[in-house]
């Protein structure tokens, strides 16, 4: 392949282009430990605050940019938000960069 070729398919970069995204969303350490909280089921913003020992304003603005990457969305329950993870597969690429991150370090 020459330096200057694209991998894939032209059609087929548009997936690179996604998978950027997905992984710009994942580019705080906050939203990667946010991520990982929710593969284990649905939660609050307080049980969050709670886990991440973050405050609340700094949890829900990375919510806010997780559910604006359609990583998470959120589900309103009288006076509080449980958010999820709109799919799974973004738990495992979590954990396997945790993962990984602890074996070289």
Sequence with gaps: MSADAVPGE??????YEAAAELLRALSAPIRVAIVAELGAGERCVHELVEKLG???PLVSQHLRV???AGV?????S?????YSLVDEHVAHIVADAVSHAREVS
């Design 10 to 15: 032209a059609a087929g970069y548009e997936s």
């Design 78 to 82: 009288g006076r509080e938000i449980a």
């Design 66 to 68: 997780l559910r604006g």
């Design 54 to 56: 973050a405050p609340q």
């Design 72 to 76: 998470v969305r959120g589900a309103r």
